[in-house]
């Protein structure tokens, strides 16, 4: 496993179509790689998403792959502010940052996540896998 990747996988309210200030600033400091997907579940919170990373399991989780190598310290600083992530916030934390490998472009290569940290007893499991097709079938 890479200790220091340059891939960045974002499977809620960084991906397209969001547009907050978090997500047009990665899409403005990183390379827009495409689609991938990871071991794991994805819950629904209400106004986002949190998944868990699970190495064996059946499902997948889909995101967006950016390669943030040319400001990777900058952007992953700033998108942990975002998440809640780091010293400076009371622990637990709700999110964590880590490294996991990820599906993309007929590879498989190590890309920084942020996973859900916290238990996800009762939280409605979101079947598809992709908060974006999730939410935009919800009826509004």
Known sequence: MSPN???LIVYGTLRPPFDNQFALYLRN???LIGEGAFAGQVF???SYPGAIYQEDADTRVCGTVYD???Q???TLTYLD???GVGDDFEHPTEFIRAIIPVQFNEQVADCWVYLYDLPTTNKPLIESGDFALHISSLPY
């Open 5 to 7: 990747p340059d891939f």
């Open 29 to 31: 400091r990183g390379r």
């Open 44 to 46: 629904n919170m209400g």
């Open 68 to 70: 943030i190598g040319n």
């Open 72 to 74: 990777k310290e900058t």
């Open 81 to 83: 502010y975002y998440e």
